[in-house]
Nanobody, 132 residues
Framework: QVQLVESGGGLVQAGASLRLSCAASGRTASGRTFSNYRMGWFRQAPGKEREFVAAISWSGGSTYYADNVKGRFTISRDNAKNTVYLQMNSLKPEDTAVYYC????????????????????WGQGTQVTVSS
């Protein structure tokens, strides 16, 4: 089975930066490993639904961002380390949430990076709190 563990969250002032990490372990029943997964970041604030933040293709050649984080957040991956990152700059209080990484290893042509239901495995989340 595949497991994801997020780290790097914390309490920061508005305008500061954080880098979140998500480490993957294990493999799928079909033998796929991290380098075959589409990876995404989502976040959820108290009382709100989980929302898409960013995603990256298996090779890292394509990235996708929610409109409210474009230009501030950068997603990247290191397949040799089985890790995906989310660099968050110019943080705002509105970014306060639990951040979750997710893996999609059953993707297909025509599938969506943006849709929560596309993802197969989720981490437990890491708290990011931005004060003003």
């Amino acid at each position: 089975q595949v497991q994801l563990v997020e780290s790097g969250g914390g309490l920061v002032q508005a305008g500061a930066s954080l880098r979140l990490s998500c480490a993957a372990s294990g493999r799928t029943a079909s033998g796929r490993t991290f380098s075959n997964y589409r990876m995404g970041w989502f976040r959820q604030a108290p009382g709100k639904e989980r929302e898409f933040v960013a995603a990256i293709s298996w090779s890292g050649g394509s990235t996708y961002y929610a409109d409210n984080v474009k230009g501030r957040f950068t997603i990247s991956r290191d397949n040799a380390k089985n890790t995906v990152y989310l660099q968050m700059n110019s943080l705002k209080p509105e970014d306060t949430a639990v951040y979750y990484c997710a893996a999609d290893y059953t993707y297909y042509r025509g599938g969506s990076y943006y849709t929560e239901s596309e993802y197969d495995v989720w981490g437990q989340g890491t708290q990011v709190t931005v004060s003003s």
